[in-house]
């Protein structure tokens, strides 16, 4: 858990960053556009639509593009027809990644992750390959600093409004929830501790992590990462890797 907490802050300050909000809103648009097909186009009966919108707002998207959107998957404005699909693969030092893809073409999205898979050290595998690695769970992250409650009832909270799990990283704290409970957890932690999340989602959070402590080869592996990331057709990229703090400083 502790590489991937990392991580997850590393995207988070690395999105919270990006200048490239273009690209950030094309992609928070395909998947409002699934969610809504899949869900229906309203967000009190569809909590991945209502989990989008609000990610969706945190990013400062324009509502104009996130009901645009949303009427794309409806129906009610003609549109692109996308499919979801999961790839995975293995990057340097043996780490398995898992991508969650959105596309309207999956051969041409197929060949062109291979070939960021192939130039940057690693190896796309076939479906299930790394998969089972990887279990779907909800992931909040909140530093101590920002709590206004103390660590203790916030643990308490969480227990009783259904967490699986309470991880203390020393300056954090990670709850871990089903996809089911998710959103009840969130918001009644935010109600009763007024907590502002570092990192909130429903994410692909590995059983086992591999620790990396090449630097040459976490350098690869970040490379591989961030090309990953940067696809227009990337939703997200899950890995299991554990970098050791010594090491990411020098990155």
Known sequence: MAGHSKWANIKHKKARADEKRGKIF?????????????????PDGNPRLKMLIQKAKAMN???????RA?????????????????????????????????TDNRNRTAAEIRHLFSKHGGSLGEA???GWMFKRKGLLEVNKEDLQCDVEEVELIAIEAGA????????????ITTPETFESVKSTLEADC????AFSDI???????VEVQ????????????????????????????????????QV
């Open 214 to 249: 090449d630097l040459e080869t976490v350098r690869k592996l970040m490379k591989l990462v961030d090309v990953l990331e940067d696809h227009d057709d990337v939703q997200d990229v899950y890995a299991n890797f554990s970098i050791p703090d010594e090491i990411m400083e």
């Open 128 to 130: 299930g390959c790394v």
């Open 61 to 67: 998207m324009p509502n104009e593009n996130i009901n």
């Open 164 to 175: 699986e799990d309470i991880r203390d990283n020393g300056n954090s704290l990670e709850i």
């Open 203 to 209: 994410t692909m959070i590995p059983d086992n992590t």
């Open 26 to 42: 094309t992609k928070l648009g395909k998947e409002i556009i699934v969610a809504a097909r899949e869900g229906g186009g309203d």
């Open 194 to 197: 007024g907590i502002k999340w």
């Open 70 to 102: 949303i009427q794309r998957g409806t129906g009610e404005i003609e549109g692109e027809a996308l499919e979801e699909l999961n790839y995975e693969g293995y990057g340097p030092g043996g780490v398995a990644l898992m991508l969650h893809i959105t």
